[in-house]
């Protein structure tokens, strides 16, 4: 098993809040909203997941959006989506910016890890402590970048579209943390 796996609890753990007219799906008893609205562009809900730690701990529930019309196969190329995670345990910022580094460094060559080092300190800084209960959103728009919120407020945006394919293949690529929390958001 690869060194990071250990910390699946902590990359799973970022939400961006956005209003939506109705509830659309349950999952452990969290809730999702049927669309969200970021940025001005609206996101449909593609899938939902649960992520458990060592099979029996529920670490954490999660749903990914996408514009209406975009295949799953398309989550990673340059295009809107949203991923709202919803804990179950508390967790130090400190543990989501190593996981964060380790995960993106297992995935990508060493010059891509080097050019996507400052996207990730930038991101590893916007981290917060969380409880349970908590949610943080992750969701990229084309030309502005990746942002991350906690419970709703945002925390901040970091630029470029090769860190946000890097950033969400860490649940949506090849070698995600999980293949059944990936194939669960992505509708599979």
Same mark, same amino acid.
């Given at each position: 098993?690869?060194?990071?796996?250990?910390?699946?609890?902590?990359?799973?753990?970022?939400?961006? !809040?956005?209003? /939506?007219? &109705?509830?659309? %799906?349950? $999952? =452990?008893?969290? @809730?999702?909203?049927?669309?969200?609205?970021?940025?001005?562009?609206?996101?449909?809900?593609?899938?939902?997941?649960?992520?458990?730690?060592?099979?029996?701990?529920?670490?954490?529930?999660?749903?990914?959006?996408?514009?209406?019309?975009?295949?799953?196969?398309?989550?990673?190329?340059?295009?809107?989506?949203?991923?709202?995670?919803?804990?179950?345990?508390?967790?130090?910022? !400190?543990?989501? /910016?190593? &996981?964060?580094? %380790?995960? $993106? =460094?297992?995935? @990508?060559?060493?010059?891509?890890?080097?050019?996507?080092?400052?996207?990730?300190?930038?991101?590893?800084?916007?981290?917060?402590?969380?409880?349970?209960?908590?949610?943080?959103?992750?969701?990229?728009?084309?030309?502005?970048?990746?942002?991350?919120?906690?419970?709703?407020?945002?925390?901040?945006?970091?630029?470029?579209?090769?860190?946000?394919?890097?950033?969400?293949?860490?649940?949506?690529? /090849?070698?995600?943390?999980?293949?059944?929390?990936?194939?669960?958001?992505?509708?599979?």
């Amino acid at each position: 098993m690869k060194k990071w796996i250990t910390t699946v609890i902590v990359l799973n753990c970022l939400v961006f !809040a956005g209003a /939506a007219p &109705a509830v659309a %799906a349950e $999952i =452990e008893g969290v @809730t999702f909203e049927e669309r969200l609205t970021v940025s001005g562009q609206d996101l449909d809900l593609r899938g939902m997941a649960l992520l458990k730690h060592l099979i029996v701990i529920k670490a954490y529930v999660g749903a990914l959006y996408l514009p209406e019309g975009i295949a799953s196969g398309k989550v990673l190329t340059d295009v809107p989506k949203a991923l709202v995670l919803h804990y179950f345990h508390a967790i130090p910022a !400190a543990d989501f /910016a190593k &996981a964060t580094t %380790a995960v $993106i =460094e297992e995935n @990508t060559s060493k010059n891509e890890f080097k050019a996507l080092k400052s996207g990730i300190d930038q991101m590893n800084a916007l981290y917060r402590d969380v409880d349970p209960g908590d949610e943080y959103q992750a969701a990229y728009i084309p030309g502005v970048g990746t942002s991350l919120a906690l419970n709703g407020k945002e925390l901040g945006i970091v630029p470029g579209p090769k860190f946000a394919r890097a950033y969400f293949a860490m649940w949506l690529g /090849a070698n995600p943390i999980s293949r059944s929390f990936r194939d669960g958001l992505l509708g599979r």
